[in-house]
């Protein structure tokens, strides 16, 4: 019994058996490389008489072959025992980069494939904050930018009531925000617009004599661990030069041309206008321009008389024809491809708005007519005149909805020319209870109190 505790004890070389030292019952009894052999723990006599994956060592144990196991623990953390015993690539690891995707690095370390800097593999790797919803692309980089059906904004207000908290988000994601505004900077419709570069242009009021601008996002001052809206927001803000205005007169109105982001503005209070460009020449003039196109086309709207013309590369002014008579104009913007969108109403004396339409114009000044906006969906308000179109022709409309035992809510209301119901795609309903200075700034919502809605060129 003595020397049976003393076996026992012996843990960092013998097995804790009662077995006396020598004797065995099963290979588990007896040191590493010896087998069980008719009670007695015996070495090998050659590789014969080791497992496959083993070899016969000078001194009569069985061993490991070079490169070979027998267990997943005689292998490395990342690596498995494959079925010919030798060690392989657990799924999910690396040796190197080859072993990843073209978006990933190998970690030294974890043997793990990672993202390399700035890519990622789904829309959960992208870090939000922009405007839009961040998306992974095919390319494996994270988007945050406009795209066709998604480029329409609200200039809209962190605190309604109050002149200076201005925001602007996208009409599908108004709890991400940009700001940074003056009390004055307010826009309206003509003042602000998106650029093809994704940057935003408008007129800023609060400056005299008044300028375009181009907006650079702030971020909320920290003081004392409580968050403010940034003060003097504008002063960051690129002016845009307008130098046929000189040092005394307002820029008016301006127009961006798509695909370029070239500017042409106005200048003083004239019913006639002339729009000029950055170097202060006339580009159009006698009308009010609509939209420019980057083929260098111009719809214009002569005189406030809803006569809508086409100007050429040329300078040759060509008349709209095939509008019906009793339209009224709502919104235009380039069309991706060619042309003009043209989105308004007919309107009848004895029974108001009788079809909301979409046409097109192209550039001969010919009109088509694309398809009719459907009804407005159950308890929202049926206007039209507070719009914006976005580049696929759909028009986005700013309304009220009104809800059983819950108020009214503004709503903003997406209007296919199909026919179809439109869609509400923005609600101050969906609002968190706790939200912008209430929430420290750590939660935003952009509240439609007083805005409009603005999109391309």
């Known amino acids: 019994m003595i020397r049976s505790f003393v076996v026992c ?23 590493p490389g010896l087998r069980c052999e008719e009670g007695v723990c015996v070495g090998c006599g050659g590789d014969g008489e080791c497992q496959a994956w083993e070899a016969c060592s000078a001194g009569r144990r069985c061993e490991l072959r070079a490169g070979m196991c027998g267990t997943n623990a005689q292998c490395e953390a990342w690596e498995v025992c494959g079925t010919a015993n030798t060690c392989q690539l657990a799924e999910g690891s690396c040796q190197s980069a080859t072993d990843c995707q073209s978006y990933e690095d190998c970690d030294g370390t974890t043997r793990k494939c990672v993202l390399q800097a700035g890519r990622c593999s789904t829309s959960d790797n992208c870090v939000g904050g922009g405007l839009w919803a961040t998306t992974c692309g095919a390319d494996n980089r994270c988007h945050s930018e406009p795209s066709g059906e998604n480029d ?67 971020g909320f001052k920290l003081q004392g661990g409580e968050r403010s809206y940034p003060t003097n927001g504008i002063a960051n803000d690129t002016r845009v030069a307008a130098p046929k205005c000189g040092d005394t007169e307002d820029v ?18 004239t019913e006639v206008r002339s729009f000029y460009n950055s170097a202060g020449d006339v580009v159009a003039s006698g009308y009010r321009m609509l939209a420019w196109s980057a083929e260098d086309f111009m719809l214009g709207e002569q005189n406030y008389s809803h006569d809508l013309v086409v100007r050429t590369p040329s300078r040759t002014l060509i008349p709209v024809t095939g509008l019906p008579f009793d339209w009224s104009f709502v919104d235009a913007r380039a069309h991706p491809t060619t042309g003009f969108w043209l989105a308004g109403y007919r309107f009848s004396s004895g029974t108001g708005i009788i079809a909301r339409q979409l046409w097109h114009v192209a550039n001969n000044g010919v009109a088509t007519l694309q398809g009719e906006y459907g009804p407005a969906p159950e308890n929202v308000g049926n206007v039209t005149y507070a719009s914006a179109l976005d580049s696929a022709g759909a028009l986005y409309v700013e309304s009220v909805h009104s809800v059983a035992g819950k108020g009214s809510f503004d709503v903003v209301v997406k209007r296919v020319p199909d026919g179809s119901t439109g869609m509400i795609v923005y609600t101050e309903a969906s609002a968190p209870e706790s939200v912008n200075y209430r929430a420290n700034f750590e939660r935003v919502f952009n509240f439609m109190h007083i805005s409009y809605l603005f999109a391309g060129p």
């Not at 058996?17 to 007896?30: I, Q, R």
């Not at 307010?186 to 907006?215: H, M, N, W």
């Open 9 to 31: 004890g012996a843990v960092l070389f013998l097995a804790c058996t009662t077995v006396p030292e020598g004797l065995c019952e099963n290979d588990s009894g007896c040191l």
């Open 252 to 269: 008016r109105s301006f127009v961006m041309q798509a695909g370029t982001g070239a500017i042409a503005y106005t200048c003083g209070n």
């Open 152 to 218: 329409v904004l609200i200039w809209g207000t962190l605190s309604p009531g109050s002149c200076d908290s201005d925001a602007i988000s996208s009409v599908l994601s108004p709890t991400r925000v940009q700001v940074g505004f003056g009390c004055n900077t307010t826009s309206s419709l003509e003042r602000a617009v998106l650029s093809p570069s994704g940057r935003i242009y408008y007129l800023d009021g609060e400056e005299s004599p008044q300028r375009v601008k181009i907006f650079v996002p702030d």
